[in-house]
């Protein structure tokens, strides 16, 4: 069965730093998104991106975060110079128009 | 704006008892999906059953169903003959368009 597969599962990383998620989505989706869970709290909306480009972003998503898909296949978050507030579990999802398939999901801690 | 509001944030249930989990939303729009996500221990979102609103007929998957009431803007769950492996957070989901909003979810413990 087909899956979303992201990596690494879990990366640790400090303060000011740059990092960057990896996602490789359903290979028929078309859109693709990045959600966020702080530990105890909601799944909250990051980006979506379709055709290649950002549809929508939240207010979460500032000049700190950006998105890729660089070669048709991975789909990359950045976070440009982390802070500890970044520290979270980001998904990584992916639809053909309908439901949303997650992957397992990267465990980020900013220290 | 779209809310998903997910009032239980904790039950529990005896295996092989029917625990209905609630979940309220609120949009102006007609044409929507409605979703069960389920969240192990493990962290990943697995997909439980999902409702178009234009259809009338509640979704089922196995012990699995809903109780979609449109005019109410209610989506329960229902898990018939709860298993152990049923316990994890429970995540209402609406979409509009091209984004999901997500309940803050439930807690489901299931007791042997």
């Known amino acids: 069965e087909p899956e979303v597969t992201q990596t690494p599962s879990h990366q640790v990383t400090q303060m000011g730093q740059e ?3 990896r996602c490789v989505p359903i290979s028929n989706h078309l859109y693709f998104y990045w959600y966020r869970q702080i530990l105890g709290q909601k799944v909250e909306f990051l980006v979506s991106f379709y055709n290649n480009e950002i549809s929508e972003k939240s207010e979460i998503f500032d000049d700190q975060f950006s998105v890729e898909r660089p070669d048709g296949s991975n789909f990359t978050l950045k976070i440009r110079s982390t ?6 579990m980001y998904f990584c999802a992916s639809s053909e128009g309908v439901e949303a398939f997650f992957g397992q999901g990267t465990r980020l801690t900013v220290v | 704006a779209q809310t998903v509001t997910q009032s239980q944030p904790e039950m529990s249930v005896q295996e092989a008892e029917t625990v209905t989990l609630s979940c309220t ?3 102006s729009e007609n044409n929507y999906y409605l979703f069960w996500y389920k969240q192990p221990p493990s962290r990943q979102m697995i997909l439980v059953i999902r409702q178009e609103a234009y259809k009338q007929q509640n979704a089922t998957e196995n012990r699995f169903s809903v109780n979609f009431q449109k005019a109410a803007k209610s989506f329960s769950l229902k898990i018939s003959d709860s298993q152990l492996g049923d316990t994890a957070m429970y995540f209402c989901a609406f979409r509009n368009f091209n984004k999901f909003y997500f309940g803050s979810g439930t807690k489901l413990n299931v007791k042997p």
């Open chain 1, 83 to 88: 802070k500890l507030e970044d520290s979270a």
């Open chain 1, 19 to 21: 990092v960057i998620l």
């Open chain 2, 25 to 27: 939303y609120d949009t």
